[in-house]
């Protein structure tokens, strides 16, 4: 439900400072980053990350479609270093609300999304909820109802290796993470991962906001919660990329997941697993660029 991108960040004169430098951002953001061609016929890209990602995570979609369109990527409530923690807000997912809150003060009526695991069924509510406000839609690592019950029991094990303090060993966590997230033959190349995987996350992320987060995650895979994969559907033009190692979400299951998208193209990526961002590389971004380009 996450990527690491171990490439380093290198904003580009088209990158703009940080939004949240203004009073009038949104005040649960953080990190928003404008880049791109501001003038172009394609409607704006929102990139929205996985549980564990970071911005830096789209470096390489970025530089890919900037040219193309002006491209916005931000960290979601309780990412990010400076989350200590939060009540969360009753009622739907919380990253649908802020995400509105976002389009509005950039005063963006429709856009492309584009989410990796968490981000994807960020998006995907987003685009049950406010069809009109999307263009396009691409889902990466997508959720699905069918093994939601199964999604709860994994957070609760993930709840409960997360450190106590920001002084705390990640290791742990990073070991019950990523058997799930990442595929089998990825970790077998990368025998020290898990430890460097663990020193990206106490960087990025403290205890407190990926706590919460989980508990959002926990929340939307109720089953009362996700009623609506029974009885809506968008007819966006969407494109699923999942890989078939992912452990999380079984290629097996994903038709119901798809069928709220009656126009999704699905791609199931070799070799790779759930972080498809970062094990799909220059494929899934070529996939994901033709389809957006393709209007």
Same mark, same amino acid.
């Given at each position: 439900?996450?990527?690491?991108?171990? *490439?380093?960040?290198?904003?580009?004169?088209?990158?703009?400072?940080?939004?949240?430098?203004?009073?009038?951002?949104?005040?649960?953001?953080?990190?928003?980053?404008?880049?791109?061609?501001?003038?172009?016929?394609?409607?704006?890209?929102?990139?929205?990350?996985?549980?564990?990602?970071?911005?830096?995570?789209?470096?390489?979609?970025?530089? +890919?479609?900037?040219?193309?369109?002006?491209? +916005?990527?931000?960290?979601?409530?309780?990412? $990010?270093?400076?989350?200590?923690?939060?009540?969360?807000?009753? $009622?739907?997912?919380?990253?649908?609300?802020?995400?509105?809150?976002?389009?509005?003060?950039?005063?963006?009526?429709?856009?492309?999304?584009?989410?990796?695991?968490? $981000?994807?069924? +960020?998006?995907?509510?987003?685009?049950?909820?406010?069809?009109?406000?999307?263009?396009?839609?691409?889902?990466?690592?997508? !959720?699905?109802?069918?093994?939601?019950?199964?999604?709860?029991?994994?957070?609760?094990?993930?709840?409960?290796?997360?450190?106590?303090?920001?002084?705390?060993?990640?290791?742990?966590?990073?070991?019950?993470?990523?058997?799930?997230?990442?595929?089998?033959?990825?970790?077998?190349?990368?025998?020290?991962?898990?430890?460097?995987?663990?020193?990206?996350?106490?960087?990025?992320?403290?205890?407190?906001?990926?706590?919460?987060?989980?508990?959002?995650? !926990?929340?939307?895979?109720?089953?009362?919660?996700?009623?609506?994969?029974?009885?809506?559907?968008?007819?966006?033009?969407?494109?699923?990329?999942?890989?078939?190692?992912?452990?999380?979400?079984?290629?097996?299951?994903?038709?119901?997941?798809?069928?709220?998208?009656? *126009?999704?193209?699905?791609?199931?990526?070799?070799?790779?697993?759930?972080?498809?961002?970062?094990?799909?590389?220059?494929?899934?971004? *070529? *996939?994901?660029?033709?389809?957006?380009?393709?209007?």
């Amino acid at each position: 439900m996450n990527s690491f991108n171990s *490439r380093p960040f290198e904003p580009s004169s088209t990158v703009a400072s940080p939004l949240d430098t203004l009073d009038a951002m949104p005040a649960l953001l953080s990190n928003v980053r404008i880049s791109g061609d501001h003038d172009s016929d394609v409607a704006p890209v929102v990139l929205v990350n996985g549980l564990l990602q970071t911005t830096q995570g789209w470096t390489g979609l970025i530089d +890919i479609l900037k040219p193309f369109a002006r491209v +916005i990527s931000y960290d979601l409530r309780f990412q $990010g270093p400076n989350w200590t923690a939060d009540e969360l807000p009753e $009622g739907e997912n919380c990253h649908v609300s802020d995400l509105v809150e976002l389009l509005d003060f950039l005063k963006i009526e429709r856009a492309i999304l584009v989410g990796q695991s968490f $981000g994807a069924r +960020i998006a995907l509510d987003f685009a049950l909820r406010h069809p009109g406000r999307v263009e396009r839609l691409v889902l990466l690592a997508a !959720h699905s109802p069918v093994v939601a019950e199964r999604y709860r029991m994994i957070i609760n094990t993930w709840q409960q290796v997360l450190p106590d303090s920001e002084q705390g060993d990640w290791f742990p966590f990073a070991q019950a993470v990523c058997p799930w997230v990442f595929g089998a033959k990825y970790l077998a190349a990368r025998p020290s991962f898990p430890q460097a995987y663990a020193k990206h996350i106490a960087a990025a992320h403290r205890p407190a906001g990926v706590r919460a987060n989980l508990r959002v995650l !926990h929340r939307v895979h109720d089953r009362e919660r996700l009623s609506y994969y029974e009885s809506e559907e968008s007819m966006v033009p969407a494109l699923v990329i999942n890989g078939e190692d992912d452990y999380l979400t079984p290629p097996a299951v994903l038709p119901a997941a798809m069928r709220v998208l009656p *126009r999704a193209t699905l791609i199931l990526l070799p070799n790779c697993g759930h972080a498809v961002t970062e094990e799909g590389g220059y494929e899934a971004e *070529r *996939r994901i660029t033709d389809f957006l380009l393709d209007q």
